[in-house]
């Protein structure tokens, strides 16, 4: 029997900074006045409700993130605000589904209620203990807000829903030290069972600039003890958030319980960093008879460091599908527009689309692609081969959706080429992309596509590569997002890059992209380098969106191969 099904850490987003009467610091902006305005007093003058996401999981109205599988069901619990569309009066909602693409909602599962969580019921990660048994562990704002670790159960296990949760009075069971920063300790993850009978968790921690994952053993997984010294640290990265621990696998593509430990596994620690807003990982060992996690020496171990998606996507969380044997990777992607406009459309944030992840075969950093139940969605196909893209090229792809399709396209290199150098102080991925950006032209690059434009281009969402020379081998730059995404002045529109480590020896390179309404989420190479953006185009939206190919380099670039499809809306609550 597998010790630890994780049933998903709740992804959260936690985003205050306030001091209260009793010196406690949190690390959440709360707007009092806005928490219980309703979206109905407000005028929603120039926020279209067409750039509602069409096929991404957002509650019916106002402030979201978080997910678990069990006895045939996917739960999905998330941070709900059932009276706003900001942060503030937090429940865990909950919904079920069968397929992880369409949801159906129940009633809220845990919500401030007890004397150790009546402030806040906050992140926390899921266990299935021997006998079947679910467990939730989360975070709670206490009568003192500081911020401890309780316990849930289900209230009838023979409920594959799920409905209905108790906490017990002995909670918290686990409570921050008298010399620990109680504001700065939250978000328990999916623990681990070992081979010495203990149970372990971590939780994210911070003493002064320091980045810490605190370690807790259990036998009981009532009374916990702290570590002598935390599993990983990091100096100068800030608190660490939703940290989450895994094993992978260096063969295949199939996913490992949490609880795995062995020869030909490697473990990913990812944090989500206050400081920047962003998630990072490392690939490394775990050595469990010391509790120690040691990155990978080619993997960066601070805010440089490897990401699992480039663009706007925090507060990750990972699961082992057990009925798939695959481990899925869920985020959460915040609004870019304004607080206002927020509460004038009545929703904020969306999940992204729930990715299988995986090792890749050079054991250096993770891949990821959409699960193939998104598949479900397609309609409408349209096919292309050997299109050619000249310098200036720019061609429509008609016949889909282009305000809510999935596309994958497969570019053609010629055979010998020039290549602008690459200058090694390009070290930041985004800013050289709002340096260099669709509209400037290039050498190879920049191809791809122009997503959300409207007729004439006015606006467009660019998402694209850009090949540069080194002398060892080229340097692959993607894009995506941009100035261009929207004519709207207001907006966070920064153009997010990643470098892609793509072999381009077959002389071709790959581009997905998830085209949402107000969102694209775009997966280079085959899922080694991803970028989800937040967009809010004025005039590219629903049936006046448009797609495009294109080529603003000087060296000319063939579309292999492109798939298209529109996509329907699935039942999202």
């Given at each position: 029997?597998?010790i630890?099904?994780?049933l998903?850490?709740?992804?959260?987003?936690?985003?205050?900074?306030?001091?209260?009467n009793?010196?406690?610091e949190a690390?959440h902006?709360?707007s009092?006045?806005?928490?219980?305005l309703?979206?109905?007093?407000?005028k929603?003058?120039?926020v279209?409700?067409?750039?509602r996401t069409g096929y991404?999981f957002?509650?019916?109205?106002?402030w979201?993130?978080?997910p678990?599988?069990?006895?045939?069901?996917?739960?999905?619990?998330?941070q709900y605000n059932p009276y706003?569309?900001?942060?503030?009066?937090i429940v865990?909602?909950?919904s079920y589904?069968?397929?992880?693409i369409?949801w159906?909602p129940l009633e809220?599962?845990?919500?401030?209620?007890?004397p150790f969580?009546i402030n806040?019921?906050?992140?926390?990660s899921?266990?299935?203990?021997?006998?079947?048994?679910?467990?939730?562990?989360?975070?709670g704002?206490?009568?003192?807000f500081r911020?401890?670790q309780?316990?849930?159960?289900?209230?009838?296990l023979?409920d594959?829903?799920?409905?209905?949760w108790?906490?017990?009075?002995y909670?918290?069971v686990?409570d921050?030290?008298?010399?620990m920063?109680?504001s700065?300790?939250?978000d328990?993850?999916?623990?681990?069972?070992?081979?010495d009978?203990?149970w372990?968790i971590?939780?994210?921690h911070?003493?002064?600039?320091?980045?810490i994952?605190e370690?807790?053993?259990?036998?009981d997984?009532k009374t916990w003890?702290?570590s002598?010294?935390?599993?990983h640290?990091?100096a100068?990265t800030g608190?660490w958030?939703?940290?989450?621990?895994?094993?992978?696998?260096?063969k295949g593509?199939n996913?490992?319980?949490?609880?795995v430990?062995?020869?030909?596994?490697k473990h990913?620690?990812?944090?989500?960093?206050?400081?920047t807003?962003?998630?990072?990982?490392?690939?490394g060992?775990?050595?469990?008879q010391?509790?120690?996690?040691?990155p990978?020496p080619?993997?960066v171990?601070?805010s440089?460091?490897?990401?699992f998606?480039?663009?706007?996507?925090?507060?990750s969380?990972t699961?082992?599908?057990?009925k798939?044997?695959?481990r899925?990777?869920?985020?959460?992607?915040?609004?870019?527009?304004?607080?206002m406009d927020d509460i004038?459309?009545?929703?904020?944030?969306?999940?992204t689309?729930?990715r299988?992840?995986?090792?890749?075969?050079d054991g250096?950093?993770?891949?990821?692609?959409?699960?193939e139940?998104?598949?479900?969605?397609?309609?409408?196909?349209?096919?292309?081969?050997?299109?050619?893209l000249?310098?200036g090229?720019?061609?429509?792809?008609?016949?889909i959706t282009?305000?809510?399709?999935?596309v994958e396209v497969t570019?053609?290199?010629?055979?010998?080429?020039d290549?602008?150098?690459?200058d090694?102080t390009?070290?930041?991925?985004?800013q050289l992309?709002?340096?260099?950006?669709?509209?400037?032209?290039?050498?190879?690059?920049p191809?791809?596509?122009?997503?959300?434009?409207s007729?004439n281009?006015?606006?467009?969402?660019?998402i694209?590569?850009?090949?540069?020379?080194?002398?060892k081998?080229?340097v692959?730059?993607?894009c995506?997002?941009g100035?261009?995404s929207?004519?709207k002045?207001?907006?966070?529109k920064p153009?997010y890059?990643?470098?892609?480590d793509?072999?381009?020896?077959?002389g071709?390179?790959?581009?997905?992209s998830l085209?949402?309404n107000?969102?694209?989420?775009s997966?280079g190479a085959?899922?080694?380098?991803?970028?989800?953006s937040r967009?809010?185009?004025t005039l590219?939206?629903?049936s006046?969106?448009h797609?495009?190919?294109?080529?603003?380099?000087e060296?000319?670039v063939?579309v292999k191969?492109?798939?298209?499809?529109?996509?329907?809306?699935?039942?999202?609550?």
């Amino acid at each position: 029997m597998e010790i630890s099904k994780p049933l998903l850490c709740l992804v959260l987003f936690l985003c205050l900074n306030f001091i209260d009467n009793n010196g406690v610091e949190a690390s959440h902006i709360i707007s009092p006045e806005y928490q219980t305005l309703k979206t109905t007093t407000l005028k929603t003058t120039n926020v279209d409700q067409k750039l509602r996401t069409g096929y991404h999981f957002q509650p019916p109205s106002h402030w979201i993130n978080a997910p678990m599988y069990y006895k045939g069901f996917y739960h999905l619990f998330y941070q709900y605000n059932p009276y706003g569309s900001i942060w503030g009066n937090i429940v865990w909602a909950h919904s079920y589904s069968t397929d992880l693409i369409n949801w159906i909602p129940l009633e809220p599962a845990i919500f401030p209620s007890k004397p150790f969580d009546i402030n806040g019921t906050w992140s926390g990660s899921a266990t299935i203990l021997p006998g079947n048994k679910p467990v939730i562990l989360y975070t709670g704002l206490d009568t003192k807000f500081r911020q401890v670790q309780n316990i849930a159960f289900p209230k009838n296990l023979f409920d594959p829903l799920l409905r209905e949760w108790i906490k017990p009075d002995y909670n918290p069971v686990i409570d921050p030290t008298k010399t620990m920063n109680a504001s700065a300790f939250r978000d328990p993850t999916t623990a681990w069972y070992g081979k010495d009978g203990h149970w372990r968790i971590l939780i994210g921690h911070k003493r002064d600039t320091r980045g810490i994952a605190e370690l807790y053993k259990s036998r009981d997984f009532k009374t916990w003890t702290r570590s002598k010294h935390p599993l990983h640290s990091g100096a100068n990265t800030g608190m660490w958030e939703c940290p989450d621990f895994f094993p992978v696998s260096l063969k295949g593509k199939n996913g490992l319980d949490t609880s795995v430990m062995g020869n030909n596994i490697k473990h990913v620690l990812k944090v989500s960093l206050d400081l920047t807003r962003f998630d990072y990982y490392t690939v490394g060992h775990y050595f469990p008879q010391k509790d120690r996690y040691i990155p990978d020496p080619m993997s960066v171990d601070n805010s440089k460091g490897l990401r699992f998606d480039y663009g706007n996507f925090y507060a990750s969380k990972t699961f082992f599908d057990y009925k798939k044997s695959r481990r899925i990777l869920l985020g959460w992607a915040n609004e870019s527009d304004t607080q206002m406009d927020d509460i004038k459309k009545g929703w904020a944030g969306i999940q992204t689309i729930p990715r299988m992840l995986w090792l890749d075969t050079d054991g250096k950093q993770v891949v990821q692609w959409p699960i193939e139940e998104l598949k479900t969605l397609r309609e409408h196909p349209i096919y292309l081969s050997n299109v050619p893209l000249a310098e200036g090229a720019k061609v429509e792809i008609q016949g889909i959706t282009s305000a809510q399709a999935d596309v994958e396209v497969t570019f053609e290199l010629p055979k010998s080429y020039d290549m602008e150098p690459f200058d090694p102080t390009w070290v930041d991925a985004e800013q050289l992309c709002g340096k260099k950006d669709a509209s400037v032209k290039g050498a190879l690059g920049p191809f791809g596509l122009l997503a959300l434009a409207s007729e004439n281009t006015q606006e467009y969402t660019a998402i694209f590569f850009r090949v540069f020379k080194t002398a060892k081998k080229p340097v692959v730059l993607m894009c995506s997002g941009g100035k261009r995404s929207s004519l709207k002045t207001d907006l966070y529109k920064p153009s997010y890059g990643g470098f892609v480590d793509a072999d381009l020896s077959s002389g071709t390179i790959s581009l997905r992209s998830l085209i949402d309404n107000s969102v694209v989420e775009s997966f280079g190479a085959g899922g080694k380098t991803v970028i989800t953006s937040r967009v809010y185009p004025t005039l590219a939206m629903g049936s006046k969106a448009h797609l495009y190919l294109f080529n603003n380099g000087e060296v000319p670039v063939t579309v292999k191969k492109l798939d298209a499809w529109s996509m329907r809306k699935p039942r999202l609550n």
